[in-house]
């Protein structure tokens, strides 16, 4: 119990050390790219959100991770003596009955010594060799006692270091400092809430964060949950499948634990799912009918066929898979990209209701949908991918608010060479992608429009 106690006091100094980064980047600051002044005072600039650090270019860290592993040490030197303990204490139990044998065995030879025979002698000398190996086990209980010596001086200097360390921050001690963090973090994230919406113009290295399913997949969260709801769902596979998993959070997720099964009605076919607003959207398979089912009631709440749209691989994207029906969210609400042949397979935008899934507005970008890898919408901005392989570039962009498009020449690293899901997600401002079997983020880099009348 002590030994816990102290392993759990040693923890909780070292928890803001060992909080998970959610979004890391090279950069540890907020970034600000370019800034200039517009003709009608509008202050023009591109930043950039940072990742999520806690001190970690402190010295003081260096120490604390080597303090975490001397106590990972001792706990596992604890577990192995535990272990050990608990083997010997086992088999002293099982020769406590052999002792009471040879103990009466002895005192009747003593009573009676002219009843000694050879017999009598070899019976006690079988039951002493079945009392040898408890010989080596009293020698190696001899060899934990100076281990135990030796983890109590250990932990007795790792806590003067502790103390040490402590007496050297003063009055700022890591949970003031990580109050200080959360605040500024808070009011950052305040000021970027009232940016407004920005055109793509960098996507970030890659952030692998779980290495799990086949191939193909997608996963999310919900982008309309409160920022207190970090639920991650998955779904494996991209055709003939009904089973959704829901984790708790990101780090219950990237541990595999933690998770709840979800069957659909109807199973899904290629993996532009979305979940928004506690339901999941998503296209059902060898159809073009398109599916909201609500997670809380397990139930489908509306269904209805997409006009027209192209559905088992009959335009799907390069990579095939069924993504003929592919969702979306941004800024703007719910979207659907998918090709119809009146269109000639070239990509079709769709604003969706989002309770009855009945269009409301349609663009026809032109851009063939064979021809693009993924693809995903930004701020009203449809921005394709040329392809799913290595090297593939986000190439073409289709402003919805404007009605025209461009080509662009934005370079991504595709770390695993097959991308089969890529959406954005607008409350975490980054790419979620499913790439070869692996789970990746993405941080982007947006150009915004501030305005600098009153208080951002």
Request: hydrophobic letters at 35%; charged letters at 20%; glycine letters at 6%.
């Amino acid at each position: 119990m002590r030994r816990n106690r102290i392993i759990w006091l040693l923890l909780l100094l070292l928890q803001p050390q060992l909080s998970e980064t959610l979004f890391p980047s090279p950069e540890d600051g907020w970034q600000i790219y370019s800034s200039a002044q517009a003709p009608d005072g509008k202050c023009i600039c591109t930043v950039v959100a940072p990742a999520r650090s806690t001190c970690t270019r402190d010295p003081r860290s260096k120490q604390l991770r080597q303090l975490m592993e001397k106590v990972q040490n001792i706990s596992q030197s604890m577990e192995v003596l535990d272990l050990r303990t608990y083997r010997d204490l086992q088999y002293v139990r099982n020769t406590e009955s052999l002792m009471k044998v040879l103990d009466a065995k002895l005192k009747q030879a003593t009573a009676s010594q002219k009843n000694l025979n050879t017999k009598t002698f070899q019976d006690l000398k079988e039951k002493m060799d079945e009392l040898l190996p408890l010989i080596p086990v009293l020698d190696q209980y001899k060899s934990d006692v100076g281990m135990i010596i030796q983890l109590k001086e250990e932990v007795r200097n790792l806590s003067g270091v502790l103390l040490a360390i402590q007496e050297e921050m003063g009055a700022y001690d890591y949970e003031e400092l990580q109050h200080r963090v959360l605040v500024l973090e808070q009011k950052l994230h305040s000021c970027m809430q009232k940016l407004g919406c920005g055109q793509l113009t960098g996507v970030s290295n890659p952030i692998t964060v779980r290495a799990s399913g086949s191939r193909f997949g997608s996963w999310m969260t919900d982008t309309l949950a409160p920022s207190t709801d970090n639920r991650v769902w998955y779904m494996d596979g991209y055709c003939k499948v009904k089973r959704v998993l829901e984790y708790r959070s990101l780090n219950d997720f990237i541990k595999g634990q933690n998770f709840v099964q979800h069957f659909l009605p109807h199973p899904w076919a290629g993996t532009g799912h979305v979940v928004y607003n506690g339901s999941l959207y998503y296209n059902k398979y060898q159809s073009n009918i398109i599916v909201k089912y609500h997670f809380r009631s397990r139930s489908v709440l509306v269904q209805r066929n997409l006009n027209n749209a192209g559905y088992n691989n009959t335009f799907p994207y390069s990579w095939g898979g069924f993504s003929d029906i592919d969702f979306m969210v941004d800024e703007n609400g719910l979207w659907a990209v998918y090709t119809t042949n009146q269109n000639a397979g070239n990509i079709v935008i769709s604003k969706l209701d989002p309770q009855t899934l009945e269009i409301i507005q349609s663009w026809d970008t032109g851009y063939p949908k064979r021809s693009a890898g993924e693809s995903f919408m930004i701020c009203g901005t449809l921005y394709v991918t040329n392809s799913h392989l290595a090297g593939a570039k986000i190439y073409f962009a289709y402003n919805t608010n404007t009605s025209t498009y461009e080509y662009t020449d934005i370079p991504f690293h595709n770390q695993y060479s097959h991308i089969s899901m890529l959406d954005y997600n607008p409350r975490e401002r980054v790419l979620y992608t499913w790439n070869n079997g692996h789970q990746v983020l993405y941080n982007v880099t947006l150009f915004h429009v501030i305005k600098t009348s009153g208080e951002l």
